[in-house]
């Protein structure tokens, strides 16, 4: 089994860097370019300080501060009819920028048109909830706190989502270790059976593709199956697959081919 | 008076089986296997589908039960995550002796592909498995086989000793 290379930190310290490799970038044109969204735009910088503005795949980005966002998506919906609030979520950026960007994806049905809102909040702040003007961001903003750890003011029901409500650490944080770190790959020895429990049970088996020819306590090939724990190094017995006992099964009859009857007719 | 007559000493006539105990006390309990409906996930289809018509559980006395005190074969089909993993022990408790787990699909087994923080690597960390059944995900027959399999090992079993706390590891 390879050694374990802790991977924290991996925005800092890539551990493979490709001396040739450019980031492919999304071309951003002016807003300018777009009647409709030059007009939103305007309505929303008549009212909010904008950040940085500009269109990309045909959706406007329009990045304001964070203290603004309830302000803003209030305004998108009420006044501009962005009536749909599709996706809601962050990303961390916190090793680069110590920032996570928080994100509101807009669609305007009547418009048919769709503007991305973006804010960035360092790790200690908090963001004030848009659950009062879109349903859809009840569960959005909990998933956010459950991966990141992204505090939501005035959230009805400011709980975590998908990990268990005694979960310690938040899973999409760019520091957070794929195969979980101490407390998450002990979680469920630690819950049901107590830490004194570590010791008996063991560590998981984090390498799917390691098989011990010789482990009869775990395994058993299909036709050469032995007692558990049986000593096989010198080779094991042939036992032919079977479905079921060659003498048969007490009080029920095995399938007779001799004294089977095949029906040729099949009108009789 | 019936005309006929049954001759009991010739063609195995007479109506009486000579046999021990626990041969009659496994053959019941092997022929009659109820299994809790536990899909977890993708195996869950599988399963389900060995127990309708067309590959019918039933015909081998392996009939699926909603409740684990009714109950005496887990079938552990599809992916334990590690939020699951403290109720599919405690279904596990509440079922009653003698009882037995299959380990249904490589999720079950090791995790699978799931090599991930969120997944029980393996059921066998939470409970005792009798039988870990390969494939991702197995067919109805591969299941169907892992029950014959399971009926062999309770017949060769002694019935009548207490069960042997089955190790956990």
Redesign the interface.
């Known amino acids: 089994m390879r050694a374990y290379t802790p991977k924290d930190n991996v925005q800092k310290k890539p551990y493979y860097t490709d001396r040739y490799w450019v980031a492919p970038q999304v071309a951003k044109t002016d807003v300018s370019e777009d009647a409709v969204f030059a007009a939103d735009l305007e309505a929303i910088r008549a009212k909010f300080e904008v950040l940085d503005a500009y269109i990309q795949v045909k959706q406007m980005v329009v990045v304001i501060n964070a203290a603004d966002n309830f302000g803003v998506i209030e305004l998108m919906k009420n006044e501009l009819e962005y009536n749909q609030l599709s996706e809601l979520s962050a990303i961390d950026w916190l090793a680069k920028e110590g920032k996570f960007e928080i994100f509101y994806q807009m669609l305007s049905m009547s418009k048919r048109k769709r503007i991305r809102v973006k804010c960035k909040i360092s790790e200690k702040e908090s963001i004030q909830s848009v659950e009062k003007l879109f349903r859809s961001a009840d569960w959005s903003e909990r998933e956010m706190y459950d991966m990141f750890g992204v505090v939501v003011n005035n959230h009805p029901f400011m709980k975590r989502i998908l990990?268990?409500d005694d979960w310690e650490g938040f899973?999409l944080r760019k520091t957070?270790?794929?195969?979980?770190?101490e407390f998450?790959?002990w979680?469920?020895?630690d819950?049901?059976f107590g830490k004194e429990a570590r010791d008996?049970?063991?560590p998981?088996?984090?390498d799917?593709a390691r098989v011990d020819r010789y482990d009869t306590?775990?395994f058993a090939r299909l036709g050469h199956e032995v007692p558990r724990g049986t000593d096989i190094s010198q080779g094991e017995p042939v036992t032919p697959l079977c479905?079921?006992?060659s003498d048969g099964?007490?009080?029920?009859e095995k399938f007779d081919a001799e004294k089977s009857v095949v029906i040729s007719d099949r009108d009789r | 008076m019936a005309q006929h007559q049954v001759n009991y000493l010739k063609d195995g006539g007479l109506p009486v089986a000579l046999t021990t105990i626990d041969k009659v006390v496994n053959w019941g309990r092997s022929n009659s296997l109820w299994a809790l409906t536990y899909g977890l996930a993708c195996c869950g289809i599988e399963m389900m589908a060995s127990g309708a018509s067309r590959y019918d559980f039933d015909r081998f006395g392996t009939i699926f039960r909603a409740s684990p005190r009714q109950a005496e074969l887990m079938i552990v089909a599809g992916t334990l995550t590690k939020k699951h993993a403290e109720f599919i022990r405690r279904l596990y408790d509440q079922m009653t002796e003698p009882k037995w787990v299959i380990s249904m699909g490589s999720c079950a087994n090791t995790g699978g592909m799931f090599n991930t923080y969120a997944t029980v690597q393996g059921v066998d960390r939470v409970i005792p498995v009798d039988l870990y059944l390969p494939g991702c995900a197995p067919r109805p027959e591969t299941l169907q086989y892992a029950v014959l399999l399971l009926q062999q090992k309770i017949r060769r079993e002694s019935a009548s000793r207490a069960q042997k706390p089955k190790r956990l590891m």
């Open positions: 990990m268990p899973p957070y270790p794929l195969q979980g770190d998450a790959q979680y469920e020895v819950k049901i008996i049970i063991g998981e088996n984090r799917p306590e775990r479905y079921q006992e099964v007490f009080l029920i």
